[in-house]
């Protein structure tokens, strides 16, 4: 609906079509008494549909609170980016507004024959507007451009909720896996050292044994020889408790249980963050 667009667009379409393109004047007049009309249209339907309770409301946009140093409607032209819970739910209170003052809009946005990309130009020229230039328009254009301010920036930031969901269950996602990665490298490494303490522990059973069959081949009284195997077999004792250690403390770990418990630890954070969007 801009002007420029409309006249690059209209020079455009006349090359296609292989007319003769007027003069810059004339074709500037032709565009002007266009979006004049269009306008005029759009103030009818307005004028027909917006009641003094509106008109009321709306004029409140362009006051200053008492505990802000901006205007009501300065605080609705710029949303936070960012993932942060503080400013979610700095966004989902603006959400609020704005979806309660579209709603109370709705009979009149129904009536008026107006297009995405003609709110977009009446919400554009309020966001990089002052509130003391929009005071000094007339009243019937003042509604049109807070109205279709609101339309826009109820959509916007509907759109910017719905990115920093995306984007906040993206995170979670990515974090996620770089911690069960994490977890699974250090299961794995747990259980390479069990399996070495497990292997050092058979290898002293093994040398227990030999030297018990050492000494039964030896010629030395009974009691002598019960008496050495009796200390081997307290050294046995020993290890073949650290066997059962070893053997009680590799249990398994199923990569999958891992991760989901991973899951349900980070989704209560996630779940308090998203809460005000969902």
């Not at 980016?81 to 700095?90: A, D, G, W």
């Not at 003609?118 to 966001?127: D, K, L, Q, R, S």
Request: glycine residues 2%.
């Amino acid at each position: 609906i801009r002007p420029k667009v409309i006249f690059n667009d209209c020079i455009e379409l006349l090359l296609e079509q292989r007319i003769e393109v007027p003069r810059y004047h004339t074709l500037l007049l032709i565009i002007s008494d266009a979006l004049q009309q269009y306008k005029n249209s759009l103030l009818k339907a307005l004028d027909e549909h917006l009641s003094a309770e509106t008109k009321e409301w709306l004029d409140e946009l362009l006051l200053f609170d008492e505990n802000q140093s901006i205007s009501n409607l300065t605080s609705l032209k710029v949303f936070y980016q960012s993932v942060k819970p503080k400013e979610i739910k700095f966004n989902t209170q603006d959400f609020e507004k704005l979806q309660k003052m579209h709603d109370k809009l709705q009979p009149i946005i129904q009536s008026l024959p107006i297009n995405a990309r003609g709110i977009e130009y009446f919400a554009t020229i309020v966001i990089k507007s002052d509130i003391f230039r929009i005071k000094r328009r007339e009243e019937k254009d003042r509604y049109l451009h807070l109205i279709a301010f609101i339309m826009y920036q109820y959509a916007k930031l509907h759109d910017t909720l719905v990115e920093i969901l995306l984007k906040s269950v993206a995170s979670f996602n990515s974090s996620s896996k770089r911690e069960h990665k994490e977890r699974c490298y250090e299961l794995r490494s747990r259980h390479e050292q069990n399996m070495k303490d497990y292997i050092e522990s058979i290898s002293k059973q093994n040398r227990g044994i030999k030297i018990m069959h050492s000494i039964h081949q030896k010629k030395m009284s009974i009691s002598r020889k019960y008496r050495k195997i009796g200390n081997v077999l307290d050294c046995l004792l020993g290890t073949m408790k650290e066997v059962d250690k070893h053997l009680m403390g590799d249990k398994p770990q199923h990569s999958n249980s891992e991760y989901f418990k991973i899951l349900e630890k980070k989704s209560r954070s996630l779940q308090s963050k998203l809460t005000p969007i969902l």
